[in-house]
């Protein structure tokens, strides 16, 4: 649950539903933050 607190100590939303989608939205950019540090490798040659 350490990568949920980066974003934020807590959730804003009040009902579930959006609770959902806010932790998908946060996943989401997440995701975006790690393939940003994934080397691309292409052959040479």
């Known amino acids: 649950m350490h ?9 804003m939303a009040r009902d579930f539903d959006r609770h959902v989608a806010e932790l998908q939205i946060r996943a989401s950019v997440l995701n975006g933050y790690a393939a ?3 080397p ?3 052959p040479v040659g």
């Open 3 to 11: 990568w949920l607190k980066l974003l934020g100590q807590s959730l």
């Open 36 to 38: 940003l540090g994934i």
């Open 40 to 42: 691309i490798t292409e």
